[in-house]
């Protein structure tokens, strides 16, 4: 037994030894051919890596060889353009050596003429003195009392053919100036053309159905009154299918009013915080929509350099009216109408433009001091740097400034031109005709008169006279008296026309 464990233990002991010496010397056969795989893939990548480097260093060596000839190039460039410089400067210096060499002769010759002009002008003075002396000494007088006498006489004659051609030029100018005035005014007026906008102090605000309107009107009316609270507009609710009254005299309040409730409307969502949401939005939108309009107005006018408070100026007069009159168009009219006339007078017609689209500029501002409108609108050109000429055109075309420019009285024609034309303006119906009235009554009230008309929209009053109670010396007195009485007595627009009819009649009957 013994002896089977120790040949067991030895055939173990044998066995792993030659297992062990197996497997060492497979293994080192395998490392062995791992080392020359290794040392193989080592001895391309560092031949790999030795191209790199080359190709590196060649693709190094060519850039710098570009950059050294790029170089070299822009020396020689500049080189051959210095040299250039050089030679065009040696023949300038050699040109202006040879200017100084001439300017130098010629003033030799200029110094020995102007030797030879000093002698001579001895000699002549000379000579000059002496032929006076024998003058006064033939004549009697010195030389100073001939030369006075002289000029009296040349100035007596002057002044008789001055006054002469003064006449005859004020003698042509009275013939023709009526004559010039009406051709500049009537052509002025032939090439304007405009359309004046009718403002009235209600907007009609459509809706499609009448049940629209209860939720305009809100539960107990608080839709309403939030609307009328923010935008400072009456809106009058009543019988009247699929409409709404908006009322007020301010025509940006009652824009942004309709604006407001169209927009509510076409959303659906109407409660007093979204009502003061969208007044609140509609109000800047009508700002920008001012300033639009104020420069698109300076543009299409040909007028620049403004004021940015002065171009929103202009922007608001499209929300003003006078007399029904929108403020705008009137501008605009009278704008061109100054420019045309300015024109065929040989003056600036720009400036009479400028001066024209902002002679009403003091009607536009909210607050509305208490001064006349031409006063304030001068005052706020002056503020905002305008030129004298057009700050006084403004101030002056109602007469509260004295004119000092011929500017300002084309402005104050201009502004009667667009406002007297028929269908400029209206006013309202009852003292319209209040108006037509009072003119015809104060017509009855001379002795005399049977008949009085007022026609072409109170521009014209006919009066027709007794022939059996009035002479035609008298009419014309009448007729003087009545304008007189109608300009002291009563306000209107442009100017009322008298004209006195005397009737007679004579009446038979045949039996």
């Not at 031949?47 to 260093?57: P, S, Y």
Request: a neutral charge; glycine letters at 4%.
């Amino acid at each position: 037994m013994t002896i089977t464990i120790i040949v067991a233990v030895s055939t173990l002991i044998i066995t792993s030894f030659v297992t062990y010496m197996l497997w060492n010397k497979l293994l080192s056969k395998k490392r062995a051919a791992i080392i020359r795989e290794a040392e193989s893939e080592a001895e391309v990548i560092r031949k790999e890596k030795i191209l790199q480097a080359k190709e590196r260093f060649l693709q190094l060596k060519a850039d710098n060889e570009k950059a050294f000839n790029e170089r070299n190039s822009k020396i020689l460039l500049t080189e051959n353009k210095l040299k250039q410089r050089e030679t065009l400067f040696s023949q300038k210096f050699e040109e202006f050596q040879r200017k100084q060499k001439e300017i130098d002769s010629i003033r030799d010759n200029l110094s020995n003429q102007l030797l030879l002009v000093d002698k001579r002008t001895e000699e002549l003075d000379k000579m000059h003195r002496t032929q006076v002396e024998k003058l006064e000494a033939i004549s009697g007088i010195s030389a100073d009392e001939a030369k006075s006498q002289l000029i009296e006489s040349l100035k007596a004659e002057s002044k008789t053919e001055a006054m002469s051609y003064i006449n005859e030029i004020m003698d042509e100018a009275k013939m023709t100036a009526q004559k010039e005035a009406k051709r500049i005014v009537v052509n002025t007026i032939q090439r304007v053309a405009t359309e004046a906008a009718i403002e009235n102090a209600v907007t009609v605000f459509h809706i499609d159905s009448d049940e629209i309107k209860g939720r305009i009107i809100g539960r107990e009316g608080r839709n309403i009154r939030a609307l009328e609270a923010a935008t400072g507009v009456e809106i009058i609710v009543d019988d009247t299918p699929e409409a709404i009254i908006l009322s007020g005299f301010d025509p940006v309040r009652r824009e942004i009013a309709r604006l407001a409730l169209h927009q509510l409307v076409t959303d659906g969502r109407i409660h007093p915080a979204r009502i003061e949401e969208v007044v609140q939005k509609t109000q800047k939108q009508i700002e920008e929509e001012i300033v639009e309009i104020g420069k698109r107005t300076s543009i299409d006018l040909g007028i620049h350099g403004l004021h940015p408070e002065l171009i929103r100026l202009i922007g608001k007069m499209k929300y003003r009216s006078s007399y029904g009159q929108n403020l705008l168009q009137h501008s605009r009219e009278v704008a061109n109408l100054c420019a045309i006339m300015a024109t065929e007078l040989g003056l600036n017609a720009k400036l009479a433009k400028r001066a024209g689209l902002l002679h009403d500029i003091g009607k536009v501002p909210d607050d509305e001091p208490e001064l006349p409108h031409a006063v304030l609108g001068m005052k706020l050109a002056e503020r905002y740097k305008e030129k004298p000429e057009i700050c006084n055109a403004i101030g002056s075309h109602h007469d509260e400034v004295e004119m000092n420019t011929l500017i300002a009285p084309i402005v104050q024609v201009c502004d009667a031109i667009s406002g007297a034309r028929p269908g400029a303006r209206r006013e309202v119906v009852e003292s319209y005709i209040k108006r037509l009235k009072e003119m015809e009554g104060l017509a009855l009230n001379y002795p005399g008169v049977t008949k009085t008309f007022a026609i072409q929209a109170g521009r014209e009053l006919r009066v027709i006279v007794g022939s059996e109670k009035v002479s035609d010396e008298e009419a014309a007195s009448l007729s003087y008296d009545i304008a007189k009485k109608i300009q002291d007595d009563m306000t209107y627009p442009g100017q009322v026309k008298i004209t006195v009819i005397r009737e007679t009649r004579a009446i038979s009957y045949a039996k």
